[in-house]
């Protein structure tokens, strides 16, 4: 009975092609962006243009180093939650370097950024008195989770609109507690939250601001500290959410805000409490990503300038695109069939990996391949995948973007 069930229902994923399968992609260090990737048929370099290692900070000399010594000094795992035993002064270390980089007195580490957007916000949302919380129409399903898990009354606003948001707000008993979450970058259109005109909506309306900077800790600001940094505008965020997981190539996740707001979610939040610290090695490489990426503006530069030259590439052949003012580039296919095929063809004749992204991650008809440069991405690297893309566009019957 059970396994009928389960089977019948995974069937239906198959059906509506929501299915996931997972590419066998064997990093090779000093090698990045290249791949092993193992199939049936066996195994081959290739190169990936949808990592989310955006700067390639996982293959640093200085992230990797520092986890040898640390594993090498601690042992592999932390040993305990950080209550029992599990802490020790990278947990300490890393903390410091948080607050450091997002000017706050404060930061809190989790396991990863989605535990910590969950954490975080149902711990405040339930137990701040009559919270409402606000929510962008576009947040990431750790932040959606974690509204859902604290039953706070929620209010959905147009993504990345404060006029939507500032009529949510005056909706509402002007001596509730209101928290405005939202993100900075959001992942799958590039897109960037008006951060300073939606800080004016909150505090107009005294609310709480909570910011996702996922993808942009690490990446934007001249320490890396995230949009907010860039734009002058960390003082007025409340909260800042981000992950050790992509830019800073490693794992984990933290808030970085006031000693008050800290201690609270350290002394309340189940999901802070009762887990197993950060391996120490894993601090130890944080530490050492973020404190490389707040000195050294190289791999942003570099990011930087191949974003711009593959998007040239590719108006210099017609392949569209979402223009953003992010590092992310989606090229728009619109069908998730041919999206899936562009993908697989891409992989089989071209070694390229790129992941297709369908429904229900993008609405339907928005079907696209979300390509990610990284500093490490050669000219050539950009060549091959351009002129993949243009055959690949003919063969598909796909339309070219208009000059
Ligand atoms: C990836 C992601 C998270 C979760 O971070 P992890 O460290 O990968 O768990 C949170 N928010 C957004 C917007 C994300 O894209």
Same mark, same amino acid.
């Given at each position: 009975m059970l396994q009928e069930f389960l089977r019948s229902e995974i069937d239906l994923l198959r059906k509506d092609g929501n299915y996931r399968t997972f590419a066998n992609l064997e990093r090779s260090n000093g090698n990045f962006p290249k791949a092993t990737y193992r199939c049936d048929s066996g195994k081959r370099e290739v190169t990936v243009?949808?990592?989310?290692d955006y700067l390639g900070m996982g293959q640093h000399p200085a992230t990797r180093n520092a986890m040898k010594e640390a594993i090498d000094l601690? %042992?592999? %795992?932390?040993?305990?939650t950080r209550n029992i035993s599990g802490t020790c002064n990278y947990h300490v270390e890393l903390e410091r370097e948080l607050a450091d980089l997002h000017g706050k007195p404060a930061a809190l580490i989790f396991t990863s950024g989605y535990v910590s957007n969950w954490t975080a916000l149902s711990t405040l949302a339930s137990r701040l008195p009559n919270c409402h919380v606000f929510s962008d129409a576009d947040n990431h399903a750790s932040m959606i989770e974690g509204i859902r898990h604290s039953r706070a009354p929620k209010h959905i606003w147009k993504h990345n609109d404060p006029e939507s948001l500032d009529r949510c707000l005056s909706s !509402? $008993?002007?001596d509730a507690t209101k928290l405005v979450a939202f993100e900075? !970058?959001?992942?799958? $259109?590039g897109d960037i939250a008006p951060i300073a005109e939606i800080c004016d909506v909150a505090d107009k309306h005294n609310a709480i601001t909570y910011l996702d900077e996922v993808h942009a800790v690490g990446l934007y600001g001249p320490r890396g500290g995230g949009v907010a940094e860039q734009e002058g505008l960390? $003082?007025?965020? @409340?909260i800042i959410q981000g992950t050790l997981?992509?830019?800073?190539g490693v794992m984990g996740g933290y808030l970085s805000s006031s000693e008050e707001v800290c201690d609270f979610v350290r002394s309340f939040a189940s999901g802070f409490i009762f887990t197993t610290a950060l391996p120490p090695m894993l601090a130890a490489g944080a530490i050492a990503s973020i404190k490389h990426l707040k000195t050294c503006e190289f791999e942003r530069h570099q990011q930087r300038r191949n974003v711009r030259l593959l998007r040239a590439k590719l108006d210099a052949i017609g392949i569209p695109y979402m223009r953003n003012d992010s590092h992310i580039v989606p090229v728009m296919v619109g069908n998730a069939k041919k999206c899936k095929m562009l993908s697989d063809l891409l992989l089989d004749d071209y070694g390229i990996y790129i992941q297709p992204i369908n429904y229900p991650t993008v609405p !339907?008809? @928005?079907?696209r391949l979300r390509i990610t440069p990284s500093p490490l991405h050669s000219v050539e690297d950009m060549d091959r995948l351009v002129s993949a893309l243009g055959a690949l566009w003919s063969q598909c019957a796909l339309a070219r973007a208009v000059a």
């Amino acid at each position: 009975m059970l396994q009928e069930f389960l089977r019948s229902e995974i069937d239906l994923l198959r059906k509506d092609g929501n299915y996931r399968t997972f590419a066998n992609l064997e990093r090779s260090n000093g090698n990045f962006p290249k791949a092993t990737y193992r199939c049936d048929s066996g195994k081959r370099e290739v190169t990936v243009w949808c990592s989310n290692d955006y700067l390639g900070m996982g293959q640093h000399p200085a992230t990797r180093n520092a986890m040898k010594e640390a594993i090498d000094l601690c %042992g592999a %795992g932390a040993g305990g939650t950080r209550n029992i035993s599990g802490t020790c002064n990278y947990h300490v270390e890393l903390e410091r370097e948080l607050a450091d980089l997002h000017g706050k007195p404060a930061a809190l580490i989790f396991t990863s950024g989605y535990v910590s957007n969950w954490t975080a916000l149902s711990t405040l949302a339930s137990r701040l008195p009559n919270c409402h919380v606000f929510s962008d129409a576009d947040n990431h399903a750790s932040m959606i989770e974690g509204i859902r898990h604290s039953r706070a009354p929620k209010h959905i606003w147009k993504h990345n609109d404060p006029e939507s948001l500032d009529r949510c707000l005056s909706s !509402v $008993d002007p001596d509730a507690t209101k928290l405005v979450a939202f993100e900075s !970058v959001y992942s799958m $259109d590039g897109d960037i939250a008006p951060i300073a005109e939606i800080c004016d909506v909150a505090d107009k309306h005294n609310a709480i601001t909570y910011l996702d900077e996922v993808h942009a800790v690490g990446l934007y600001g001249p320490r890396g500290g995230g949009v907010a940094e860039q734009e002058g505008l960390m $003082d007025r965020i @409340t909260i800042i959410q981000g992950t050790l997981g992509k830019a800073f190539g490693v794992m984990g996740g933290y808030l970085s805000s006031s000693e008050e707001v800290c201690d609270f979610v350290r002394s309340f939040a189940s999901g802070f409490i009762f887990t197993t610290a950060l391996p120490p090695m894993l601090a130890a490489g944080a530490i050492a990503s973020i404190k490389h990426l707040k000195t050294c503006e190289f791999e942003r530069h570099q990011q930087r300038r191949n974003v711009r030259l593959l998007r040239a590439k590719l108006d210099a052949i017609g392949i569209p695109y979402m223009r953003n003012d992010s590092h992310i580039v989606p090229v728009m296919v619109g069908n998730a069939k041919k999206c899936k095929m562009l993908s697989d063809l891409l992989l089989d004749d071209y070694g390229i990996y790129i992941q297709p992204i369908n429904y229900p991650t993008v609405p !339907v008809g @928005t079907e696209r391949l979300r390509i990610t440069p990284s500093p490490l991405h050669s000219v050539e690297d950009m060549d091959r995948l351009v002129s993949a893309l243009g055959a690949l566009w003919s063969q598909c019957a796909l339309a070219r973007a208009v000059a």
